[in-house]
Every structure is written in C-alpha cells, then in structure tokens.
C-alpha cells in the first residue's frame, strides 16, 4: 500500500509539472499574432463548431472540474490519482476546446475587438488555472509533511477557486452577450472616458483665477496676520503655492473672450460626440449580426467595424489632446485639434449609415442631421440639440 501511495504522487508530481509547462505553452501561444484563418470554402465544407457553444461548454466543465478538484485537496484522505484524472482532462479537453474556439474567433471573421476580448479572458483563465496548480501542489507536499496549516491551506483553496470560477463565468458569458455584447461594452467604456474628458473640460470653464479676486484684498482683515500661527499658516500657504506651481492647471483668464467663445463652442460639439455614442450603441452596435456560419452568406463586411471602433476608441483621447491645448491658450492648436475631433467624429458617425443589410433606417436620418448640426456649430455658437432616433 505504501509502495502504491509513493508511486501515485510521483504521477503527481509529474502529472503537474507537464499539466503546468502545457498552460504555459498555451498562454505563449495565445500571446502570439493570430494565424492565417481558413479559406472560406473549407469553413463551409467542413461546418465547425460555434465557438461560443465551444466556450460555453469548455467553460462549464472546467468550472465543474475545478470544484472537485477542490474538494480533493481539501478533504482527507488525498487521493493523487483522482486529482491526476481531472488534470488530464482539464489539459487534454476542456482547455483545448477553448484554443479552438479562439482560432475560430479569427480577426477576420469576428473582429479585433472581439478577437482580442476572448484572447484575454481565455489567457486570465489560464492564470488562474496555474496559481491553483500551485495549490495542488501545496497539499501534495502537505500530505507527506505538513509545510501549511490546514486553515491557510483551506482559505488558499477556496479563494483560487473562487477565481477560477469567475473567468469561467467570463467566458460562459460570451454565449449570452455574443459579438454584439462584448463590443457594446467596449465602446461604453470608450463613451465614459470620452464623458470624464468633457466634464474635466466644463468644470476648468467655470473655475476663475485667484488673480481676478484681487479687488476685495483690501477688505480682508489683516489683524490675523501676525503673530506664530499667522507666520505657521502663511508657511504652509507658500508650501502649497510651490506645489501648484507644479501640479495646477491653469485657470482660463475672464478676459480672454475669444478662448472663451472657443471653449463655449468647443463643449458644444464634444456634447454631440457623446450623443453620437448612444445611437451608435442603440442604433448599429447592439444589432451586429453574428457572423456564423450560416451568416456568411450574407456579406458582412467586419472590417467596417474595425474602423469604427478604433474610431470611438480614439475620440476619447484626442478630446484630452484638445484639453491640453485649452490649458496652454494655444487657440490655434485648440482649432487645429478640435477639427481633427470633429471629423474623427464625423467618420465613424457616417461610415455606418447604413444598416448592416444594406438599407436605410432611422439611425440613416438621425445622422444626417446630426452632421448637419455638427456642420452648424463649426460656424456659429447657437445650436438645436439632436434628439435620440426614434
């Protein structure tokens, strides 16, 4: 008995070693740029699994497999060989599948974005998948010797666990939300950041300088400054003075009107980028289609997504190029920038226009009218705001 005790922790041992050098090998591998995907005749022919249906149930059996494998290593007696058996399975079924379903996301067919978001939830999956390797190991050696207390080695478990278990949740997720979920998500974050560029902006528009407070300096009580604790306030003053000399943006003078008028415009037009992001969501991006394989036989031209999101992606950060022209008075790179913005802006709202079929629909007028706007307020400040396609 104890012969067959010690030879089943060497397969262990072993059996982790190479379970852990074959995750590693599939996280470089995944790291790489994707491969040249099939040719388009050979997809139909040989009808390949929907990859999300792959995710999906890859997903849930490694969820299910890393709960018993969980229970094994908490509970006594430590049982090697069955904790052997799920380790085959998780390294030669499950988590191939799920490279499968990877390969058949190619950026060609679904998308950068898409293509690039299952890439990272497989990789963090894999993750944590080799920091519960480690846990395995731990009972492994706690089981010839203790190394941990059995509390430690409880509270390890459960919580790798627990982790692995929401990167399965994330990929179990993608069957729910499919193309057209991941990509919302994604250009809801870009639509925030493009919201923080513009309150940032509106709130340096209402701020004034200390400067232009001056006249009621005569008013101010000057019994209070003399003696220790005026001379101990007036030191951290020049403290906190040195450290804005450094830090603080500054503040746009009243008497600068032609900045002004140029920042009142300017907030106008970044509030029609930000509308122009709820009807991209509402309109195109929650109804792309989902390219499989029956959906091939309609032309889906993913690269037109592609512009578009690297579009929505790249507003956010030319706004905060703007903002930095605001902030050095430089009027004629904050005209110069806020072009550049508007027809960023201009060519994602019309490189749909479209439907994704082909025909004209509600989101088609609404845009029309919304360049329309835009087109207005480059030339004047007064503005009707657009309301939401009905």
Request: glycine share 4%; net charge negative.
């Amino acid at each position: 008995m104890a012969a067959t005790t010690k030879t089943d922790k060497l397969a262990l041992d072993l059996t982790l070693k190479s379970t852990l050098s074959l995750f590693v090998q599939f996280e470089t591998t995944l790291s790489a740029p994707p491969s040249t995907p099939p040719p388009a005749s050979s997809i139909v022919d040989t009808a390949p699994p929907e990859p999300l249906d792959l995710f999906q149930d890859a997903a849930t059996l490694t969820r299910a497999h890393t709960t018993k494998l969980s229970l094994l290593i908490l509970n006594k007696p430590f049982t090697p060989s069955a904790i052997c058996t799920i380790l085959r399975e998780l390294s030669t079924n499950t988590i191939p599948a799920m490279l499968s379903g990877v390969e058949l996301t190619h950026p060609t067919i679904w998308g950068n974005t898409f293509h690039t978001e299952v890439k990272a939830r497989v990789t963090r999956l894999l993750r944590e998948l080799r920091n519960m390797l480690g846990e395995v190991s731990a009972a492994a050696a706690q089981s010839t010797g203790t190394t941990i207390g059995q509390a430690d080695k409880q509270r390890d478990s459960l919580s790798s666990t627990g982790v692995v278990w929401e990167a399965c949740d994330a990929l179990i997720q993608l069957k729910k939300i499919g193309l057209a979920g991941v990509v919302v998500q994604k250009v809801r974050q870009y639509h925030e950041l493009l919201e923080d560029a513009i309150a940032e902006l509106r709130e340096w528009s209402e701020e004034t300088s200390d400067d232009e407070d001056d006249e009621d300096a005569d008013d101010v009580d000057t019994t209070s400054l003399t003696g220790p604790k005026a001379k101990k306030d007036r030191t951290q003053e020049d403290a906190v003075a040195i450290d804005d000399l450094f830090t603080a943006t500054p503040h746009l003078p009243r008497s600068n009107t032609s900045l002004r008028s140029l920042l009142s415009n300017a907030l106008k037009r970044l509030s029609l980028y930000a509308l122009l992001y709820k009807a991209l969501i509402k309109r195109r991006l929650e109804t792309i289609p989902t390219p499989t394989k029956k959906d091939m036989t309609v032309e889906f031209d993913i690269s037109t997504l592609n512009r578009l999101l690297e579009a929505l992606a790249s507003l956010p950060e030319e706004v905060d190029e703007l903002a930095s022209f605001f902030y050095d008075m430089d009027e004629q790179g904050v005209q110069e920038q806020l072009t550049k913005c508007s027809e960023l802006a201009t060519d994602a709202g019309t490189l749909v226009e479209m439907s994704w079929e082909g025909t004209e629909d509600a989101y088609t007028n609404w845009v029309r009218k919304w360049v329309d706007l835009l087109g207005r307020a480059e030339e004047q400040d007064g503005m009707k705001k657009a309301g939401d396609p009905q």
